[in-house]
T-cell receptor, first 116, second 114 residues
């Protein structure tokens, strides 16, 4: 079974500083990996996804993530934090289900706080 | 373009009362549909998913049920709510048979059971 672990339920960074949110996965088959962002009282929005093409994936809002098979990691980064980046971030891995459907298994999330 | 709607946005219900949450998707056909519950600090828990009309799979045994009466309509129900049913309920959709395809989420329903 697939799973993801997000290290750090809360991360605080200063405005303009590097953002690093950690995600490690476990999968018996080559995984597909996703990062989602959730603003308060809203649904989730896709930031980026890895689907076995380029290992460095660029997403929206200046975020990117690198797939490292040797480390089973898919950490999310942004060079310079902005106040608008304050939100909760979820890493997810896909797994095949019956009838060819896919299921996303989510991590428990990391709440990102930006310090002015 | 595709859009997903959920209603109501917020709901306060007493213990033991029934529940009906609705989700509809526009702009796509034969989507895969999902219901998630998000409890504070616990991430997202997949409750049900559906690959077609009348086809419902349950991930977690509980007092909730789901139905898909139409291709783009997904309903989450309960006959008698429990305090533990409180949470943020999210509907999502995806297309295709590949795990590469992301899920798109609705705005959610905040349910408080009192």
């Amino acid at each position: 079974a697939q799973s993801v672990t997000q290290l750090g339920s809360h991360v605080s960074v200063s405005e303009g500083a590097l953002v690093l949110l950690r995600c490690n996965y476990s999968s018996s088959v080559p995984p597909y990996l996703f990062w989602y962002v959730q603003y308060p009282n809203q649904g989730l929005q896709l930031l980026l996804k890895y689907t076995s093409a380029a290992t460095l994936v660029k997403g929206i809002n200046g975020f990117e993530a690198e797939f490292k098979k040797s480390e089973t990691s898919f950490h999310l980064t942004k060079p310079s934090a902005h106040m608008s980046d304050a939100a909760e971030y979820f890493c997810a891995v896909s797994a095949p289900l019956n009838f060819g459907n896919e299921k996303l298994t989510f991590g428990t999330g990391t709440r990102l706080t930006i310090i002015p | 373009s595709q859009t997903i709607h959920q209603w109501p946005a917020t709901l306060v219900q007493p213990v033991g009362s029934p529940l009906s949450l609705e989700c509809t998707v526009e702009g796509t056909s034969n989507p895969n549909l999902y219901w998630y519950r998000q409890a504070a600090g616990r991430g997202l828990q997949l409750l049900f998913y559906s690959v077609g009309i009348g086809q419902i799979s349950s991930e977690v045994p509980q007092n909730l049920s789901a139905s898909r009466p139409q291709d783009r309509q997904f309903i989450l129900s309960s006959k008698k709510l429990l305090l533990s049913d409180s949470g943020f309920y999210l509907c999502a959709w995806s297309v295709g048979l590949s795990g590469k395809n992301e899920q798109y989420f609705g705005p959610g329903t905040r349910l408080t059971v009192t």
